[in-house]
Structure formats: structure tokens, C-alpha cells
């Protein structure tokens, strides 16, 4: 490579006077010597100390406790040359020691130091000038004094000094300044560019590596790179990168090419002069791994704007990416994984990394190296999203299994972006159910956990992408992660609260998670939230819609109201209205209650006779220690007293479900069902065939409100409604039970919200829409919406839906048209 920078300064003339010997005994004296006024005496003194200097940093130390310094410091402005220039050479080897070169910033000498790069000055002055100068800049506060005493200029004019340790002290202190913004900022408008080109000549390898060093502090810079270019510097960068005995500057010359690749007109120059080509050819031969890791770096901080991801496309940089992730080097997978993401941008790129590169990536989720696993699954959720035909080349490489995995990882960012590409993938759905083949909702309860809120957002985010399934939302209350999600609705992150709404909001699909997610405290979160205007978001409402709509129970309890599109199903139950900030209680919670004078709870369960025979058969094989059914429960009897159903007593029927309620609670004691209504059972298949042969609406809807008055006590007359002792009846049917649950097919003399809960429930199963609704001091009602007759002598017209209250007390079938005064008697005499 050349030559190192060595060249011996030339002693002080000759004199009459013999060389003074210093040792350490006699070191004092000779600083003593430092006040004479004898010039002669003076530079015999400063060369001693400077031979006694040189031998080591125990002999500054020595000089700094005996003085010197402070003499020195006078001497370096001496008129005598001779005496200044030996001065200053004790100044520059002194200055690389540390308590040395704090005196010197407490004497303040740059100022003098920098008055000493004058052109008329001795060569040895500036070299011992620069020298002093680069030690002294190491220090932030001294950076900033030679940039507002004017250094740079002289700095920079030293760099074209025929002397090679003028040169290389002098850009050696100006690397040093740039570190600083200021003096960064102010070397572009004095012309360094030409002459720190022309130190990259140099035959000292020294003195190019410092110019290439202060090459790429000074490129960060746009204007600087733009200057770069017209001086021709790209070319010779690119030059020394193809001459082989520069191997040991190919690192950094390659970083200041790194800067000039952020640049889209000094990346143009390179790609019309065919440099683009040849610098990525010139990285995939390369061996060594600094060089490949930084220019992947350098590409991927590049590859954020449009131009130059275009620019890099189109020579193909992406076989050098993919290329770069074959080698054996964890920082070099690091980096090329990186530029990837970046590169993702462009939608060419995006393609041509999905036929070879999504592979590799794949492989490397099995990585030991955490960074590695991070940087590689960064890269497959950028190339993922909105890209279907890289989710299944993901697919198609095995990559679902390392993804589910990555759930795992130790790096919150890993994981995030793990989330990510799963939900990517799960937008199709043979991957989406493959991947919850892989267990996928029980890998996100831990994320969702996590205290890291991208990972708390990616992970919500796909529970909501799973939690259409509902085995999914099975497999995800059994890992327990639905109170971790209960906990995100309270995140002060907006991404985070909107995420895990809309995870809610695809979580309580079904009512069993439904009605767990409300035990957890979701409905009342989503209350608060909807309050707020700032926190309101739109999957926030939906959430709790979709919460009330599949937890029946307690929307009815809560709100009072179920539309047509409400379907009452088995596991139904009425307590009542419920105050605000009391806690609404599973049936299963109270059922254990003892029995009280409080209002009793109707439950809906109508599940046939052939469920409840297989809930029979099912606690028998499981080995329950209990009492044999008797034969009149046995499945023979139950199809015997099905066939002759008709002509059962209603007392023989109401013993039968006694009976049945008793065994089937015993045979489940160790989890708590409802037992069934046979009665209502029966009651919709009754109502079925007497209803539905019906041909308009308006006649079904009259039906069934005559029917459901038969079975609920008949009709009311309006001034005896204080007669009608249901209260009484509803405290029997509960003595009766031991506990306050009564199933609505004992009900046989109901009230105004008896009746309307059958109604609704025999309603919705043969399939006739009507809302419910409860009112105050125990009604509630019906609403339905009926078309009526087209006027006379229009025939033919349309007319819109009406709304009525189903009268099912006073004179049942009554239709009223909502709003009219007979319809607000019916709801609040």
C-alpha cells in the first residue's frame, strides 16, 4: 500500500554551546532554564525537553508537575523562530497526554496554535502546530474552540503541504472537527472536497484512510455529496475499490459511496457510469463481511426514498440482497434482511424477492440469533402486506410453523412483526386455517400480555384476524387470553384501544365468549369508552354492540330492549333491571343462591328430549357414582311418553320435568346446566303447526299472542288485572324448586313480561320477527312490523312497514299501532 508516514526533523543548528543531557534529577533546572532571556539558552533548553518528553509519559507528567507548560506556553509566540519551533514541537508531544491536554485548554492555547499555521511559518512549526491541535480536538468543548477561532481555514490549506505529517496531522484534526455540525457544516463552503481527493493519492496509507474517514462524516451531507460528484470523486472511490493492494481502504471507502447512494443525483451519476453495476458485482465477490454488512446498511437507509428504490431496481439489486443473505455472518444477514424491508416499497421489488428470497427468510426464523430472527421476520411482514402471492410463498416455503414460533421470540419487535405477517397470511383462507391448525391463538396470549405496545397492537390485531373461527375463540379462552385483551381496552395507546376493540368485537361472536368477556369487565370498559368523545372509535361501538347482541341476557337486563334481529336461544335468562354498577350474574352464579323473596329469574332452555337423554348417557360413561336412573327415565320410557305425549296430563308432564330437572342437576354437579322445559318444548312445536299454515304475517302474529295468553292464564279483564294473583303463583313454582330460577314453561299464570318473554322466544324460533321490550312496575311488550292492506282502488302499492304492540293481556291479538293512545295505555297503565 506504500509507505508509512515517518520523517525525521531536522535538529537545531549547530551552536558553540555543547547538547544538554537531561535526566529526571536534573529536569527542573533546565525548566528553570525556560525564563531565561537568552534566546540561544532558550532553544538549548526546548530541544533538551523535548528529547526528555519523548522518552515516555512519565517524563510529561515529570515536566507538567515542574512547570514547563506554563513556560511553554509563553514561548510558543517568541520572536525568535528557533525558540518557537522548539517550543511547539514540546507542545505537540506533550499534548498526548490528558492531564497535559487539560492545562492547555485552561491556558486557552489554540488560539496561539492556530496563529502558528501562517504560510511563512517553518514546516516543523505547522506539523507540531496540527499535531498539538489533533490531540487537543479529541474534546468536545476544544472542537468548538478551534472552529470559532478560525482553525478550519488554515487546516484546510495545510492539507496541500508538501510535508506528509503536516498532512496527516492536519486532516486528522479536521475528521476530528467534523465530528462537531458546525464545523461539519462550514468545511462545505471552503472548497475540502479537491484537496481531501487528493490526500486519497497519497502513498501513506494513513493519510487515506483519514481522508476517506472525514469523506464519509462530511457526505452525510447532500450539498457535499453533489460537490463529490462534479469533482469526480465517485470515480475515484470506485477506483480504489478495484485495485486490490487498497483492499485494507475498500471498508471505508465503500461507506462514503454508502452516503452517496442517499442521493439521487450522485446515485444517477453511478448508475450512467456503470459504478452502480460495478459496485454491487464488486460486494457479492467480496469475502470480507464488514464491506457486505455496511453496503446492505447503506442500501436499506437509501432505499427510503421512491427514486432511488426505482434506481436500485432496475440494476437489480436485489440479487445482491438475496445473495447476502447466503452468508455465513449474522451481521450480514442482519443487514440484508433490513435492506429488503426497506426495498419492500416498491412493488417490482416486492415481486422479485417473493420468488427466491422469501425462502432464505424463512430459514432464517430458525435462527439462534435473535437479531437475525428479528431483522428476517421485519422483512416477510413488509414483503407480506398486500402482497397474496408472497403470503404464499411463505406459505409454500414452511413458513407458518416458524411464524407461530416467533410468537415467542425475545425481541418485542421479532414478535410484532411476527403478528403481522400471520395476519397477512390469514386474509386467505386455507392459510388463515392452517395456521390455526398451528395453535396460533394460544402463541398471541402471551403477546397480548406484553408491555410493549406495537407488540400489544400487531397481537390484538390478529386475534381479531383468528377470532372468526370459533375454535379459535375456543382455544383462546382456554389459554387464558381473553382477560389480557379485557386489559388492552384500557391502553392509552389509540392504536392499541382500537385494535383490541375490534378483537372484541370478532371475539364475541358467540355467546359463550360473549358472556365471558363481559365477566371480565369488557362491557362495562366499552361503556366508559363510548362516553368519551375522545376515546370513542368506531370499532369501540361495534364491540359493545356486538358483546350485547351475543350476551342476550344481559343486554335485556341492562338496556331493556331486544330487536327482531335478537334470536332468543336456550340459556336465556330474565332477572330483571339491573342498577347501574351492580354486577350482572351468570344463571350458573345464581343458582347457587338460597331462596329468597326476591323477584325470580326466568330461564329459556327448550333443548329436545334426545339432548338431554345424550347429557344422561354422557355422565354415565364418565363414571358418575350416583344414583340409576329409574325406568321412567331410562330412553325406552322417554319414547314411550313421546308417542303418547298428546294425552299426558299436564300434571303427569309437570311431574316428569321435576324429575328430570333433579337427576340431570345431579348428574352435573360438578358444573352447574340448566334443566330443561319440556313444557316450552312442546309449547313450540304446538305453537309451529298452529301458527306457521297461517298465509299473512298479521294472522301469525295473532295466533301466537292468542296462544301465548292460553298457556300464561287467558285474558285479563282490564279492572280486575289486580285480581290476576300470578305473584302468588310465581312464590309456589319457587317453594316448589328450592330456588328462585323458574323455567317459563311452569308459568302458567304470567304477567305482562311473562307473556312478552314467550312470545318473543316462540317467535323467534318458528320464525316471525318482533322486538322486546321492557317497561316499568313488571311490563314489557311486543313489537312487530306489519305491512298493511294497499288503500281501496290502488292496487298493487307497496306501502312501508307498520309498527305495533302486540296486546297479550286484555283482549290477546289486539294489534296497536305504535304511538296511539291505546298502545301507551297497554304500556303504562
Known amino acids: 500500500m506504500g509507505k508509512k508516514v515517518k520523517k525525521e526533523v531536522e535538529p537545531p543548528p549547530k551552536d558553540v554551546f555543547d547538547p544538554l543531557l537531561i535526566e529526571s534529577k536534573t529536569a527542573a533546572t533546565v525548566v528553570l532554564m525556560l525564563s531565561s532571556p537568552e534566546e540561544e539558552v532558550l532553544a538549548k533548553a526546548c530541544d533538551a525537553l523535548y528529547k526528555f518528553a519523548s522518552k515516555g509519559d512519565e517524563n510529561k507528567v515529570t515536566l507538567l508537575g515542574l512547570g514547563a507548560v506554563e513556560h511553554l506556553y509563553k514561548l510558543i509566540s517568541h520572536e525568535d523562530p528557533i525558540v518557537r519551533r522548539n517550543a511547539i514541537m514540546i507542545f505537540g508531544i506533550m499534548a498526548s497526554n490528558h492531564d497535559v491536554k487539560k492545562l492547555l485548554r485552561e491556558l486557552d492555547v489554540t488560539n496561539s496554535l492556530i496563529s502558528r499555521l501562517a504560510p511563512e511559518e517553518d514546516v ?12 487537543m480536538a479529541v474534546e468536545h468543548t476544544t472542537k468548538v474552540h478551534i472552529f470559532e477561532q478560525g482553525g478550519l481555514e488554515p487546516l484546510i490549506r495545510l492539507l496541500g503541504s508538501p510535508d506528509p505529517d503536516v498532512q496527516k496531522n492536519s486532516v486528522e484534526c479536521i475528521y476530528l472537527l467534523v465530528q462537531d455540525f458546525q464545523s461539519c457544516a462550514a468545511v462545505r463552503g471552503l472548497n475540502v472536497i479537491p484537496p481531501l481527493l487528493e490526500l486519497l493519492k497519497s502513498e501513506y496509507p494513513v493519510i487515506q484512510l483519514l481522508a476517506l474517514k472525514t469523506l464519509e462524516v462530511i457526505s452525510k451531507d447532500t450539498e457535499t455529496r453533489i460537490t463529490l460528484g462534479e469533482n469526480k470523486g465517485l470515480e475515484c472511490l470506485l477506483k480504489i475499490l478495484e485495485t486490490n493492494e487498497f483492499s485494507d481502504l475498500h471498508v471505508e471507502a465503500l461507506a462514503v459511496l454508502g452516503n452517496c447512494l442517499e442521493d439521487v443525483h450522485a446515485l444517477q451519476l453511478l448508475q450512467q457510469t456503470g459504478g452502480l453495476k460495478k459496485l454491487l458485482s464488486f460486494v457479492e465477490v467480496s469475502t470480507v463481511t464488514d464491506i457486505q454488512k455496511n453496503t446492505a446498511k447503506a442500501i436499506a437507509k437509501a432505499a427510503y426514498d421512491s427514486e432511488i428504490r ?45 420468488l427466491q428470497g422469501i425462502p432464505q427468510l424463512v430459514q432464517l426464523l430458525n435462527s439462534d440469533s435473535e437479531e437475525v430472527k428479528e431483522a428476517a421476520v421485519t422483512a416477510l411482514a413488509n414483503l407480506t402486506t398486500a402482497s397474496p402471492g408472497n403470503a404464499s410463498a411463505v406459505a409454500e416455503a414452511e413458513g407458518i410453523q416458524p411464524l407461530v414460533n416467533t410468537l415467542n421470540a425475545q425481541r418485542d419487535q421479532a414478535i410484532a412483526n411476527a403478528a403481522t405477517t400471520l395476519t397477512n397470511l390469514a386474509t386467505q383462507e386455507l392459510f388463515r386455517v392452517t395456521i390455526q391448525g398451528c395453535s396460533v391463538m394460544r402463541a398471541l396470549a402471551e403477546p397480548l400480555r406484553s408491555t410493549n405496545s406495537q407488540v400489544q397492537s400487531k397481537a390484538a390485531f390478529a386475534v381479531a384476524a383468528f377470532g372468526c373461527d370459533a375454535d379459535a375463540r375456543t382455544e383462546l379462552r382456554n389459554a387464558g387470553g381473553l382477560q389480557p385483551l379485557v386489559e388492552l381496552l384500557h391502553s392509552k395507546n389509540a392504536e392499541v384501544r382500537r385494535n383490541a376493540c375490534l378483537a372484541v368485537t370478532v371475539c364475541a361472536s358467540d355467546e359463550v365468549t360473549a358472556v365471558e368477556l363481559c365477566r371480565l369487565g369488557a362491557l362495562d370498559i366499552l361503556e366508559e369508552i363510548n362516553l368519551s368523545i375522545g376515546r370513542r372509535n368506531k370499532f369501540s361501538e361495534a364491540a359493545l354492540e356486538n358483546l350485547y347482541d351475543n350476551n342476550l341476557s344481559q343486554k335485556y337486563s341492562q338496556r331493556g330492549y331486544l330487536s327482531s334481529s335478537n334470536i332468543i336461544t336456550d340459556g336465556f335468562y330474565d332477572c330483571g333491571q339491573i342498577k347501574p354498577g351492580v354486577k350482572f350474574l351468570s344463571l350458573e352464579e345464581l343458582s347457587m343462591q338460597e331462596l329468597t323473596d326476591r323477584r325470580a329469574i326466568i330461564f329459556i332452555n327448550a333443548k329436545p328430549r334426545e339432548d338431554v337423554l345424550a347429557v344422561e348417557e354422557k355422565a354415565q360413561d364418565s363414571s358418575y357414582e350416583q344414583t340409576p336412573l329409574s325406568p321412567a327415565l331410562s330412553r325406552k320410557s322417554s319414547r314411550e311418553k313421546t308417542r303418547r305425549g298428546k294425552g299426558k296430563k299436564e300434571e303427569e308432564k309437570m311431574k316428569e320435568v321435576t324429575e328430570i330437572m333433579s337427576k340431570v342437576q345431579d348428574l352435573e354437579n360438578s358444573h352447574w346446566l340448566p334443566p330443561p322445559d319440556f313444557i316450552l318444548l312442546d309449547y313450540i312445536n304446538d305453537a309451529s303447526k298452529a301458527v306457521l299454515p297461517l298465509t299473512t304475517t298479521r294472522e301469525q302474529v295473532v295466533a301466537l299472542a292468542q296462544f301465548v295468553a292460553n298457556k300464561m292464564g287467558g285474558s285479563i279483564e282490564r279492572d280486575k288485572l289486580h285480581d290476576f294473583n300470578w305473584e302468588l303463583h310465581i312464590s309456589e313454582i319457587e317453594f316448589e324448586l328450592k330456588r328462585n330460577i323458574v323455567p317459563i314453561g311452569k308459568v302458567k299464570k304470567g304477567t305482562f313480561y311473562h307473556r312478552a318473554l314467550l312470545f318473543k322466544v316462540i317467535a323467534d324460533r318458528i320464525g316471525i320477527g318482533c322486538s322486546l321490550v321492557r317497561g316499568e312496575y313488571n311490563r314489557a311488550w311486543n313489537e312487530v312490523e306489519l305491512v298493511d292492506d294497499s288503500p281501496q282502488g290502488i292496487a298493487g302499492l307497496l306501502l312501508p312497514p307498520q309498527e305495533y304492540i302486540v296486546d297479550l293481556m286484555f283482549e290477546p291479538g289486539f294489534l296497536m299501532k305504535q304511538g296511539s293512545a291505546e298502545a301507551d295505555q297497554y304500556k303504562h297503565i
Request: charge should be negative; glycine fraction near 4%; hydrophobic fraction near 45%.
Open 124 to 135: 516543523v512549526i505547522h506539523e507540531f502546530a496540527t499535531l498539538c491541535l489533533a490531540h
Open 310 to 354: 426505482k434506481i436500485l431496481n432496475e440494476e437489480e439489486v436485489e440479487k445482491s440482497l438475496i445473495n447476502l443473505l447466503k452468508i455465513d455472518n449474522d451481521g450480514v444477514k442482519v443487514a440484508a434482511s433490513q435492506a429488503i424491508s426497506a426495498m419492500c416499497e416498491n412493488s417490482a421489488t416486492k415481486r422479485a424477492f417473493g
